[in-house]
């Protein structure tokens, strides 16, 4: 992600000064909190106008993921204990973090009614996603994978005073399989699973993440 951020804020002043006769004025700055599969946020920053209508929109969001283990989860083996019998047995816990790195195009729809106005968004994601089952003295395992993806949403604001808006995101995130790293201090050895291998299936069972994800956010956005 430390790679990711500065090369998609680079694109944004990039794409931004080839423009010609827009300039650095009309960059958006935002901060925007709510749900999206977990308490989620996210910072953007949104180039609008860029050509016409179409503008470009960089974020990063960081979910926390309090389902992170699927508690029906027994590796595939009867009479194995199933992960909710070992938070009841062994007081067991489980939790996790997804972050997500976007680079969007937008396409602005201008000013609905007064002080209203609506932007259209859509491009790529690439997550990194962490599930953790603790285990307290016994230690835990930790599973991570990074994925591809896309999403696309909506995003409504309202002029409250100067350049500051209140701002509404509503959207969806789909991401697609990809490698699984297993670790931690009470496995025997970790390894990394690719879709289709023999034991993919069994810690994708297990390791909850984001699939396709809904997300509503509630922030707030000045325009420099």
């Known amino acids: 992600m430390k790679t990711l951020l500065p090369i998609t804020l680079l694109t944004i002043a990039a794409t931004t000064a080839t423009a010609g006769a827009q300039s650095l004025s009309g960059i ?4 925007t909190g709510g749900y999206a599969g977990g308490l989620s946020g996210e910072v953007f920053v949104h180039a609008p106008n860029v050509a016409g209508p179409v503008g470009i ?9 309090s389902d992170a283990i699927n508690d029906n989860d027994n590796f595939g083996a009867a009479g194995t204990p199933t992960f909710g019998d070992l938070k009841s047995s062994l007081g067991a816990t489980e939790y996790g973090s997804r972050t997500s790195v976007s680079l969007d195009g937008t396409y602005g729809l201008g000013e609905l009614t007064p002080g209203v106005d609506a932007t259209f968004y859509g491009g790529g994601r690439y997550g990194m996603f962490r599930s953790v089952e603790d285990y307290g003295s016994d230690g835990n395992v930790t599973y991570t994978s990074n994925a591809f993806g896309l999403g696309a949403g909506v995003m409504v604001s309202y002029a409250l005073t100067g350049g500051l808006s209140l701002v509404g995101d509503l959207g969806v995130d789909h991401y697609f399989k990809s490698s699984i790293t297993t670790g931690g201090s009470n496995t ?16 994708d069972n297990r390791f909850v993440r984001p699939g396709t994800v809904f997300k509503a956010r509630i922030g707030v956005k000045t325009t420099f």
């Open 28 to 31: 958006e700055l935002g901060l």
């Open 57 to 65: 929109k960089a974020g990063v969001s960081y979910t926390r993921a």
């Open 188 to 203: 025997n050895a970790g390894g990394t699973y690719a879709p289709g291998s023999a034991e993919y299936s069994t810690y």
